[in-house]
């Protein structure tokens, strides 16, 4: 067990099965999503679990995928993951944002890095909402897709694509929350 409270942002390696004997199938790198408040007191961690991009996984606007250079991660922890039998590939993979999961934070295993490049977690919050369907169509209650600028069914449109930086976020605000330029297309 960690000494440490986990940290939003942080990758750790989890147990995420009962644990019997050493059972390395049922263990994986997840992503630390829960806030900090809840870190910091709960004995509970919300966390979205990752694959490797080579895991064949479908399409869609839940799984996010990432470069490894978007990430940080801590050499030293690596070795230790293969010291205990475990092995972390570092390479391409994909966040699988529908499949959020809460755990006792005995199951995280060992920090091992944690994501670096901030448009990458807002991605990743854009396909947590989408998972929830927080964010909805007003007239067809279908949830928006991550990166559309318009419902797919009644094509009314909720986002704009930042002419500056190319980003993507919502019409109700009057800038760019990544580049801070008022504009839009
Ligand atoms: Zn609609
Ligand atoms: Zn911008």
Request: aromatic content about 10%.
């Amino acid at each position: 067990m960690n000494l440490d409270n986990p940290v939003r942002g942080e990758i750790y390696w989890a147990n995420l099965e009962p644990v019997k004997g050493s059972e390395q199938g049922r263990s994986r790198p997840v992503l630390i999503i829960s806030n900090n408040l809840m870190n910091n007191s709960a004995p509970i961690v919300l966390f979205i679990p990752m694959t490797r991009a080579e895991e064949k996984v479908k399409a869609g606007p839940f799984n996010i995928s990432y470069e490894l250079n978007q990430l940080v991660l801590i050499e030293d922890a690596i070795d230790y993951l293969r010291q205990n039998g475990y092995y972390f590939a570092p390479s391409n993979g994909v966040f699988l944002c529908n499949q959020v999961r809460a755990a006792s934070k005995q199951r995280l295993f060992k920090r091992i890095g944690k994501v670096s490049d901030r448009m990458l977690i807002k991605k990743i919050e854009n396909a947590l909402i989408h998972s929830f369907a927080f964010d909805a169509c007003e007239k067809c209650g279908i949830p928006l897709r991550t990166d559309g600028l318009v419902c797919i069914k009644c094509n009314t449109q909720y986002r704009f694509k930042c002419i500056n930086c190319g980003c993507i976020q919502s019409i109700s605000h009057n800038f760019c929350y990544n580049c801070g330029k008022g504009v839009r297309e």
